[in-house]
């Protein structure tokens, strides 16, 4: 059998082979395989430690998995690291920098350690600073800034040399939303030459910046797909609180929204002074809000805010989970494969 | 070699962005200055006055041994102190910060971080001998019998412990997020190898011939009394490459251990 190698223009610039990172006999990450093209921007999705992190620790070159294979524009990032680094750029979930050193102090350290010809390094440093809008405060320590001054400069140390490939860890959070809106586009931006690969917790996002999702449960990938193909099975969920005073009704309450039909998963998300909110899962196309205003009414118990929204992307997702519906995705996938 | 540099430029500077560097070079000044002074009038005492030190008689004790000798081997016991507090913050403090993720994901090597961190503190702890060579010079200018030989080679020999400690401390950084954990480890570790000094020689048994290779004041003393000895450069070389490679081992756990 003759075997011709894939031109690498349409290899997948970055490879997973079977990743699996193992700590004793828990699995941070088990069997993870995806590849990503440039141009792509890639959202990893997942409840709090699904992986998410790992995967992207691993990808970053941070430590080793146990076994597998992460292939980089055709170098094995653990045979060649100095070489397959090159083409990384990292940004942590928490950016952590030096907080006594100047702003373009760092960046100038950060350029050195990336191996920045000289003659080049003020143009890069330059360049990154002009890009992340750091211009302001590029004299000023980085222990002072701001949590949103400080999420750029991580975002410049990560584009200082112009990697391939981006991983962003949650690079929204904590941001104000001025701040969220100016990220995204940069990383939209940043998108077009390159791989990008996110994390985060936020829905809407995920349909702003990426073209394609990867979902990862309990360290395995359950399912992969565009931002459309998710959406379709999403959009017909929706989330109701319902805020009602004191302690003493919250039996009641509970019982009477557990037993409205298509109700699921009625529980209490806030206990806040006297007040207590509950959500509860409902399918959109009725609309249940005057339906649990009656029944509060009638068993006399007051409701001191009641609200239709969206649900935050964990909640559908444990929800996607429970009722198998990736499951029949995989298996529906397989069939097609065959 | 370049990124080696780097790190080590950032690692000294970072001395000098709080006040540790500066106190430490304080302190260092100004306890050695006092043990320079209190040596050296000691000696004129003595000359003039043999009794009052036990002797009948001034016998022909070299003054360069005498002031010198005897400040490089007290300035071993400040070295113990001296090392944890110039070491406890290399690796602790970047655990500490989390920033040493970032560092891993540079292309650098596991040796380049440790090799340049060490260099760094190496030039801090260089800059701290300068004023030393400062006392040779006043010795000098006020008459006194300086034998270069002698001093510079005890000089060659503390810069050695020195670094040989400083290995040591790094090690021990790597190993915790905590500076004074960090610095009360390295201190402990010190103080051990310290104790050995105090091992009898007598008997000769395995133990007693172990203990007394192992020594580091062992094969400092010969430097001081300006006795170049190859084994005593090796013995040094060996115990910092030790150190360096188990701070390279253990950097490298973060491969296998969950953090």
Known sequence: ?????????????????????????????????????????????????????????????????????????????????????????????????????????????????????????????????????????????????????????????????????????????????????????????????????????????????????????????????????????????????????GMQYQETAERILSGISDVENVRVVEHHENEIRFCLETAQARDLRPEITELFVVNKIPVLEIRRDQLTLEEIFLKLLKDGWFQQRIESGEKGKE | MKKIFAIARKEFGSFFHSWTGVMTTVMFFTVTGIFFVILSLNFAQISMDPRIAGLSSFPNISQTHYVFGSLFLNLNVILLFLVPLITMRSFAEERKHETLELLFTYPLTDLEIVAGKLLGLIWFFEMLLVPLAGYALVFYRVGGELDWGPVLSAFLGFWALGVAYLSVGVFVSTLTKSSVMSAVGTFGILVIFWMMDFAPTMGGGGMSVFVNAMSPLRHFRNFTYGILDLRDLVYFAFFFFYFLFLSLRSIETRNWKES
């Open chain 1, 1 to 245: 059998m003759v075997t011709i190698r894939k031109p690498r223009s349409t290899e997948g610039l970055v490879r997973f082979e079977s990743v699996t990172k193992q700590y004793g006999k828990k699995f941070a990450v088990e069997n993870l395989s995806f590849e990503i093209a440039t141009g792509e921007v890639i959202g990893f999705l997942g409840p709090n430690g699904a992986g998410k992190t790992t995967a992207m620790r691993i990808l970053a070159g941070y430590f080793s998995p146990t076994s597998g294979r992460v292939v980089l524009d055709g170098v094995d990032l653990f045979r060649e690291p100095q070489k397959a680094k090159k083409h990384i750029g990292y940004l942590p979930e928490v950016v952590r920098l030096y907080p006594d050193m100047r702003v373009r102090e760092y960046l100038r350290y950060v350029a050195e350690l990336k191996g920045i010809k000289p003659k080049n390094m003020p143009m890069e440093i330059e360049e990154k600073i002009s890009l992340c809008g750091l211009a302001e405060v590029e004299h000023r320590l980085i222990g002072r800034l701001s949590k949103g001054f400080r999420q750029r400069v991580g975002l410049a140390q990560a584009l200082i040399g112009d990697p391939s490939v981006l991983i962003l860890d949650e690079p929204t959070t904590g941001l104000d939303p001025k701040q969220i809106s100016e990220i995204r586009a940069l990383i939209r931006e940043l998108g077009k030459r390159r791989a990008v690969i996110l994390s985060t917790h936020i829905l809407p996002e995920v349909s702003m910046i990426c073209n394609r999702v990867i979902m990862l449960h309990q360290g395995k990938v359950l399912a992969s797909g565009t931002v459309r193909e998710l959406e379709s099975c999403l959009k017909d969920r929706e989330a109701i609180f319902v805020t009602v005073p």
